[in-house]
Structure formats: C-alpha cells, structure tokens
C-alpha cells in the first residue's frame, strides 16, 4: 500500500477546464478529486449501478438530484444512490474542490439526459 496524492496519481481533464485525479482505481472502489473552475457544470447524468458520495474540499457545490437543488460548503458531503438523475456545478467566484467516492466505479456506467 502507498500513500497517494494528486502529484503521485492519474490526472485527466474534463469538461472546459475541470480536472480530476484518480485517487483510488480499483473494480469495486473509485475515490476522485476534482477541481471544477467557476461557472462550470457536468452534464446532468445517471448511474445504473454506481452510487456516490460527494465531499466538498474547498468552495461550494450546487448539486441538483431529481430535481432538488442542494448547496454544499466545505466539510459537507452529499450521497447520490444509483439511478438518480443528477448534476454538480459551481455557481461561485472560487474554483471547487470535492472528493467524489463512487462504488462500483461510476465511469462507463454514465448515462446521460436529455
């Protein structure tokens, strides 16, 4: 077992300008860091079998999840069960960090909404 860090781990971009680190890679754990820059979003999605848990680092996140809008500060934390249509986006002045754990690991299980 290492120690890991954003420096020691796979980074790769995503959206315009967000970037995630993946922390932990395994068949039945994801564990990510992510930086999304101000006025960035995902595009609103679900996950047939992965369920997820978001944990603000630094800024705030608005996640919205069926339909309800959730404000999370930092050292606040959001659990997404599968299936449940959802997206993260920073409406702030300040870049957002977040961890976002998923369990299975969510990429490939993404499907996107109209």
Not at 49 to 59: N, V
Not at 62 to 76: D, N, P, W
Request: net charge negative; charged share 20%; proline share 4%.
């Amino acid at each position: 077992m290492d120690k890991v860090s954003t420096n020691s781990k796979n980074h790769y971009t995503w959206g315009n300008n967000c970037d995630g680190w993946h922390l932990v890679e395994s068949a039945s754990l994801s564990v990510i860091q992510e930086r999304v820059p101000k006025g960035e979003s995902e595009v609103r999605h679900f996950h047939r079998y992965a369920e997820q848990f978001f944990y603000i680092l630094s800024g705030i996140a608005t996640i919205e999840c069926e339909g309800v809008i959730h404000k999370l500060h930092t050292h606040q934390g959001l659990h997404i069960p599968a299936t449940k249509k959802h997206t993260l986006s920073n409406q702030q002045n300040e870049d957002l960090v977040f961890i976002v754990t998923s369990t299975p690991p969510s990429h490939g299980d993404k499907i996107f909404c109209e």
